[in-house]
Structure formats: C-alpha cells, structure tokens
C-alpha cells in the first residue's frame, strides 16, 4: 500500500502539477509526447471552478485528481464530480488512486455532497477497474455532444 500524502494543491505546486498532465495527455492521446506547461497548470490550480488534490510521496508529486462542487438539481444538495485522476506509473497498484478517491469521499463528508461522480472512459481498464471495486453502477448513460469551436468563425 501507499504512504502517499494527500493535499490540496496551490498555485506553489504549478511546477510539480505540469508534468503530470502533460503525462495524462499523453497517455489518453497518444501521439507526440506532450511538454510540461507550467502555465497551464498554474491556470488549472487558479480556475474558480476547478480543485485539485495532490499525492505525494516525500516532495514528489506522483498523482492528482481534479474535481468539481457542483448543484444536484433534484435534491437541492451538491455533489462532487471527479474529472480527471492519474497516477504516475511507478507509483500505481500501490493504493494512491484509492487514496485519492478516499479523500474526496472525506472532503465530500464535510462538504453535504449527496454523492461524488466519477465518469471515466470505458476503455480506460485500470480506472474502471477501481471504479468497479469502489463504486456502485449508476442509472445514467454518458454522452458527448462535440462542440465545434470554429464553427462561429
């Protein structure tokens, strides 16, 4: 099991954060390898709406999850939504994710949040694996309606 230290992440930890998205890209995408922007994680540890918690082992930084507060319409409770979480692969099937997941559910505790969500991508093995030992199935279906972002142009 892990040892990893669980925190918050703040804008001090923009230079440790960016490597690891650029690894998470990567490894969703393919392709290139993608270059640590530190600009980028700066902007992700300062959006309004985004938290980030932060694994770490000693001073290294070796996983995230960032996560949402959100309204839940129907109860007039909130819930958290996990977005994105990765793990260094050094550093996986030691605990870190659940570790991860466990602070939120303690987070969520404190927060009133009805449930936390976690959409993960179906043919993402090692995340819905954990998804499956933690987590119950929900009724809901995901869906994706691209945005063509040039299409106002």
């Known amino acids: ?33 993608r270059r640590p922007d530190d600009y980028y994680a700066e902007r992700i540890l300062s959006d309004k709406n985004a938290e980030v918690l932060g694994a770490f082992s000693g001073e290294e930084l070796i996983g995230f999850g960032v996560y949402f507060d959100l309204p839940e319409l129907i109860t007039g409770l909130r819930i958290g939504q996990l977005d994105e979480i990765y793990v260094h692969p050094d550093h996986r099937n030691k605990g870190t994710g659940g570790k991860i997941i466990e602070a939120l559910v303690s987070e969520g505790k404190k927060r009133g949040w009805l449930h936390l969500r976690w959409i993960v991508p179906g043919k993402n093995a090692p995340a819905v694996a954990l998804y499956e030992k933690i987590a119950e199935p929900d009724h809901r279906k995901s869906y994706v309606i691209p945005i063509d972002r040039i299409a106002g142009d």
Do not use: F, S, V
């Open 1 to 33: 099991m892990t040892t990893a230290e669980i925190r918050t992440l703040g804008q001090d930890d923009a230079h440790k954060l960016a490597p690891l998205i650029a690894e998470n890209a990567q490894a969703l995408k393919r392709g290139a390898p």
